[in-house]
Structures are given as C-alpha cells and as structure tokens.
C-alpha cells in the first residue's frame, strides 16, 4: 500500500467534518487561529468513544494498569530532568522576505511564500536566515508577578505527570512491577508546520501509558504493547491493509528512548506515524531521582530485591486516531442511481447507534417514535429525527455513521413493529416494538469489520 492507495482525500473528510458539525476551525469568526480546532457535537461524542475504548483496554480490561489525571501544569524543574528545558527543539529558518517559518530539516516538503510551486530557497527572492534551534514548549507565567523564577510550560506530552507520581501510585495502588500508570490529557506543542487538519496540531489530546518493568524483561514487554496496540487499531474496524509498524532507525531515536517502533496508518497524505511504543529504559526515573533528590525505585520487600524499573510507553494521539477512524470508515457508493456518503465506523465508535425516524410527520407517527425514542435512549445514544424526506434523513445519519435506523410507519399502528435499516448493508427487516431493544444490542455488540474493500 502506497499514499495513492488512500481511496478519500483529507479535504473530502474535512468538508464532511465542517458539514456536519464534527470539528470546525478554532475561533472562526476572527478569521481563525493557526492550527487550533474545536469539536462540535458529533467530534465530541467520537473522540469521547475513542477515548473509552483506549481506557476499556487499557485499564478496565486489565489489571495491571491505574488511571492518573495530572495537572497540565508542573513545577518547571521537571522540564529540566526530562531534558525537554534543553533538547526538545526543532531547527529552524526564517524567511526575510515572505516572513514565514520553516523547519531547516523539512525544507523539501515546504511551500516558498513567495512561490508554492516552489521550495523555500529556491525562488530568486527568497532570504532565508541561519538554522537556528527553537524549542517547542509554551511558555507562561504562574501568579500575579511577571518575573524569571514565574515561568512555567504547558505541558508538552502527559508523561512526565505520570513519572513525578510513580512515588504515589506505588504507595497508594499497591503495585508492584511489572504495572502501569494510564493517562488522557492535553498536550501543547509550538509546532513549526503544524497542518493536515487535526493531524498535527498545537493542542491536542494524547492518551499514554508509562509500563514500568523489572530491567530485564523490557524487551518481552516491548513486544507485548506492540501486539497490544496494532490489535486495539484492528478491532476498532481500521483496516489491517493500511496500518503498519515501522521501528526508529538510530538517528530517529528520541533521547530517552533505547527503541521505538511506531505504529502508522496510510493517511491521504501517505503512511504517517498514530502512535509511538518506545522503550524508555530507566531515563525517566533516574533522571527525576537526581533533580528531585527523591529515589523513585522499587522496592521487592520478599527478595530484599531493589531496583529502577525500566519503562515502556505505547503514546498515542486521541486527534489523529480519531482522524484515522474518520478516513478508513469514509466511503461512497452509488445507490439506486443516487451517490450516498457513508461513515462506515465501528458500532462502538459511532456518536449515535440508533436513528428514530417517523416515516412522515402525521398519522400519530412523530408521537409513537417519540415514545420508543424515550425508552431506547435510556440505555442506547440514540438521535430522534423528524425533519425533511426519510431519504435525506437516512442520508444525514449515513454521513454521521450511525449504524442502524428505526423507522415508524404506517403498519406499525397495526401491528406494532417498526422498520430496521442497517447502515452498511442497507437490509431492511420488521421488528416488534416489544423485541427492539435486545435485537440493536445485539447487533452493536456483534463482531463488526469495515465491509470497504480493502
Ligand atoms: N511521551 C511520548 C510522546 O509524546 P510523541 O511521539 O512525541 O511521543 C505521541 O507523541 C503521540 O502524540 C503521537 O504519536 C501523536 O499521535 C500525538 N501527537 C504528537 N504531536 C502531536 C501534534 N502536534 N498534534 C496532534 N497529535 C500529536
């Protein structure tokens, strides 16, 4: 599979995202803000699904793993340890001519300014400056005074939140390794490029686990985090055609890491990294032990054992995979000499599972699928929806990805059943009222596989 291999382009997923209603560009009426989006109704409820699912596996599922929500702010010396305060720079060149900004070591993927058919430093007028390094982190400041020791950053990735409380969770969970710590959180970044809509942005959501093992087995749970995550991707419907493991070459390799594997999905734009399975070692700890003066280790109180405990981190972006589960589950086909648009997603990620729609606005219909609506929604997402044509109204819930509809008419005055369409197949089949909600249950919750060819 290759970048042309992705059968949707990402302006085709974003205009479905700006119409309806999914994710929309940050402070709009001002013209906009670089790089920053907001989720409206329905990209709330999605990436809320893919945040419950990586929290069913990552903690319900298990019992080896707590949950954390750490403050985005943290004392500043934690930057320094983590060597953030230092090296977490990207070089960078600015043009004097058109004032834009470029990543020094990204040029040949740049647009000039003055000429997007060209590079920067290629166009006659181009004037670019020395390549300087420029940290990524977001600088502001803590309390009333403005000055130097006031400085604190926005944090730019959760882990750090989870290596400062290893001491906490240690005493209070009652782990012992190999155990992990599971966070969902907002991380800032003053990307250089950022773009590819919410691929990569300046604020985003990430959702990490740090794994803290006993030194020696961290090769065996490397390989584990790696199944583990490649399979979490699959069973959520991503098509196993387009989603790869790709390892860091040496030189690719963060500062902490020993050895990380990426796990990449073939986005319009080409393979492109999901998530990241690194291989910390025992940076992180012995790092924060020296800066803090408080020994983060482990103590094993029956073999008198005591050691630093090596970690492995599966970090992974809730924007981006809730991006990767919009393209895969995009599709279009013709029905009945009709194009229809279809979000093909997984019942578990769908907003909405269940569409109520009274055939047409009178005969009691609207009154009766308000009813059934009401007692389906206790247990169910479920969207009532009375306005316009059955076919327009099929049509919106096909573009939002709900995978079944309900449909009151005419004979269910008679008879008390209703009309079940399924998103995918569009098979249509009678249902009594009374058996309603245990048939959609079961059909939610039956094994499910993205019918797209591949
Ligand atoms: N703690 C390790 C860490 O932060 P990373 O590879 O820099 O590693 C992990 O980030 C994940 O966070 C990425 O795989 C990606 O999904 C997401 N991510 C990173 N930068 C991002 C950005 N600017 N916009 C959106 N998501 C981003």
């Known amino acids: ?68 929500d750490a ?10 340890a983590s060597g953030h305060l ?30 997007p058919s060209k590079h920067p430093g290629e166009h006659s007028e181009c004037d670019l400056t020395d390549s300087r390094q420029f940290n990524l982190m977001f600088e502001t400041q803590m309390g009333p005074v403005k000055d130097e020791g006031a400085t604190v950053y926005l944090r730019p990735e959760t882990a750090q939140g ?30 250089i490029t950022p773009g590819n809509f919410v691929f990569r942005t300046r604020e985003f959501e990430q959702m990490e686990i740090e794994f803290f093992v006993p030194p020696d087995e961290a090769g065996k749970w490397h390989e584990h985090w790696l199944e583990s995550r490649m399979r979490w991707y699959t069973e959520l419907g991503i098509r196993p055609d387009r989603l790869r493991l790709r390892e860091h070459a040496g030189d690719e390799l963060s500062h902490y890491s020993s050895a990380t594997s990426d796990v990449e999905y073939l986005f319009p734009m080409g393979w492109m990294e999901l998530e990241g399975i690194a291989n910390r070692g025992d940076f992180d700890l012995t790092r924060h032990t020296e800066f803090s003066g408080q020994k983060l280790e482990y103590f094993d109180q029956g073999s008198g054992e005591r050691y630093v405990p090596h970690v ?40 909405v599972k269940v569409a109520v ?87 939610l919750e039956a094994p499910w596989q993205s019918p797209k060819s591949s």
Request: aromatic share 8%; hydrophobic share 35%.
């Open 312 to 351: 492995i981190e599966p970090s992974a972006g809730a924007d981006r995979a809730t991006l990767a589960f919009l393209v895969d589950a995009y599709d279009t086909e013709e029905v009945e000499g009709r194009e229809r648009t279809v979000l093909r997603l997984h019942p578990r990620l769908a907003p």
């Open 71 to 80: 403050a985005i702010l943290m004392h500043p010396r934690t930057w320094e």
């Open 86 to 115: 230092e090296g977490f720079t990207d070089p960078l060149v600015d043009c004097r001519t058109c004032k834009q900004r470029f990543r020094s070591d990204d040029l040949e993927q740049a647009q000039c300014g003055k000429k």
């Open 357 to 443: 729609l009274p055939l047409v606005s009178k005969e009691g219909m609207p009154e009766r699928a308000r009813e059934i609506y009401q007692e389906l929604r206790r247990t169910i997402p479920a969207e009532y929806d009375q306005g316009g044509s059955i076919g327009k109204r099929y049509r919106r819930q096909d573009e939002i990805g709900t995978p079944l509809g309900v449909t009151i008419d005419g004979q269910t005055a008679e008879d008390d059943t209703v009309t079940l369409r399924d998103r995918d197949s569009l098979k249509q089949t009678r249902v009594p009222v009374a058996d309603l909600a245990d048939e959609l249950s079961s059909r």
């Open 1 to 68: 599979m290759q970048a042309g291999d992705a059968e949707v382009t990402l302006d085709e997923v974003v205009a479905l995202c700006k119409r309806r209603g999914f994710v929309f560009q940050s402070s709009e009426i001002y013209g906009g803000l670089g790089s920053t989006y907001d989720y409206g109704h329905y990209g709330v409820l999605l990436k809320n699904n893919v945040k419950a699912e990586w929290w069913r596996a990552a903690v319900q599922e298990r019992d080896d793993i707590v949950a954390l």
């Open 162 to 191: 989870i290596f400062v409380n290893f001491k906490n969770v240690l005493q209070f969970a009652r782990k012992k390794p190999p155990f992990g710590i599971a966070q969902v959180g907002k991380a800032f970044r003053n990307e």
